[in-house]
């Protein structure tokens, strides 16, 4: 098992210096994707490099994190269309809130902002190695959205655990390309984030938890009231963050349960 964990680590460790290494060099490094930089400064080479230690602490916890799961969890072998149809939709919705609740979580306890998210937020213009440029303590978080599997025994396939993974990392990667794609929940979206630290809290795919919540902001970040008849709240209270996030919990578990009856 030991051995088997030390491979976890090196595995991740490499394709996460690739895929960022080859990231960095298309988006940052060159002007041939004939796009323009939404912030055209770059970090100081000295914040880039703490960016770079500190993915690779996310890429040694996301192993630790495979290797746990991998050996603990339930897969199914033969999963059905409806399985495979309902992972996608956990992946999308559970990914969604997952990081909305928990980022926004970061962002309302002091302590937590103070001492773990802010290095995070040291990149103040995002690019390839920001995004998952974590506190120890952060990357812990951000990927216990994996737990999930734990919740719903036998319902993912080894192939759909691995897909939500991938996304895992794509995700924030596309969130902090610092490029404007045209994306409502883009890249843009998220830069906004990083410069006003006061919204933006979710994103890519949906942006719904922003609009609900009353926390999305404008191009010059205000933020834009929840939609009509919603009980957003633009002010932010820790304790109701984690009470809403784990008001979802139940909910998606029900209805997990009530599918896979069927």
């Not at 895929?19 to 994707?33: D, G, K, M, N, Q």
């Not at 059905?80 to 939709?89: E, I, K, P, R, Y």
């Not at 998220?190 to 979710?202: D, E, V, W």
């Not at 929840?226 to 008001?247: D, E, I, M, V």
Request: charged residues 15%; positive net charge.
């Amino acid at each position: 098992p030991l051995l088997l964990c030390v491979q976890h680590i090196v595995c991740h460790v490499a394709a996460y210096w690739v895929l960022f290494s080859i990231t960095e060099r298309i988006f940052v490094r060159t002007h041939a994707i004939g796009l323009t930089r939404i912030n055209e400064k770059l970090p100081s080479p000295a914040i880039m490099q703490r960016e770079k230690v500190r993915t690779f602490y996310s890429a040694v916890i996301d192993a630790l994190y495979a290797f746990a799961i991998g050996s603990c969890a339930t897969f199914s072998e033969h999963p059905s269309w409806l399985q495979t149809v309902l992972c996608v939709g956990i992946i999308v919705l559970w990914g969604d809130a997952h990081f909305f609740f928990t980022h926004r979580l970061l962002h309302t306890v002091p302590w937590l902002y103070q001492n773990v998210h802010y290095a995070h937020h040291e990149s103040y213009n995002p690019n390839p190695w920001s995004s998952t440029s974590f506190h120890p303590i952060e990357a812990m978080i951000f990927f216990s959205a994996y737990l999930i599997v734990f919740f719903v025994p036998g319902l993912f396939s080894r192939t759909m655990w691995y897909a939500f993974k991938v996304g895992m990392v794509l995700g924030p990667l596309h969130a902090h390309l610092g490029f404007d794609f045209g994306a409502d929940e883009g890249p843009a979206h998220h830069y906004l984030h990083h410069k006003y630290k006061i919204g933006n809290f979710g994103g890519w795919p949906t942006g719904l938890w922003d609009k609900v919540w009353g926390t999305e902001l404008d191009e010059n970040g205000h933020l834009i009231p929840p939609r009509k008849g919603r009980k957003g709240s633009n002010q932010y209270n820790g304790r109701a963050t984690l009470g809403h996030f784990c008001k979802v919990l139940p909910l998606l578990y029900f209805i997990v349960k009530l599918c896979m009856a069927y």
